[in-house]
């Protein structure tokens, strides 16, 4: 049913009426997230950051949390706790396979490692 009324513009997709546009200063989600509100990762990172008093040797140190949850862990896996052992085996592979993998074989060298190894001796040779 067409509009009496003659646009200027044409009404599609991602071009909504001008009168149903979003007023200047006015907000898209008025009561979206408030602002100062974290996600869980930044939580966890700020409380695992925190420090706590722990005897050691007979001293107080202060580590954070991070550091005395990894030492009990280690800790445990030293005295044989199965599921010790097994969520540290899984957190070294999970930290070794995000590291970069070097080459296998590092006398083996790749096509442009060659052809730099090449320019270099032929800069050696024409300064002799």
Do not use: C, W
């Amino acid at each position: 049913m067409p509009s009496d009324k003659k646009r200027d513009y044409e009404v599609d997709y991602g071009k909504p009426p001008r009168q149903t546009r979003f007023q200047p200063g006015q907000s898209g989600n008025p009561r979206g997230r408030p602002s100062g509100s974290q996600n869980l990762s930044t939580l966890l990172s700020q409380v695992l950051a925190e420090p706590v008093i722990i005897v050691e040797h007979g001293r107080r140190r202060r580590i954070t949390k991070r550091k005395a949850i990894v030492t009990q862990l280690i800790n445990r896996s030293a005295k044989a706790d199965l599921k010790a052992i097994q969520l540290l085996m899984t957190m070294l592979r999970d930290i070794e396979s995000r590291s970069d993998p070097g080459p296998a074989d590092p006398t083996v060298f790749a096509e442009a490692d060659q052809q730099i190894i090449q320019r270099i001796q032929a800069r050696l040779r024409g300064q002799e």
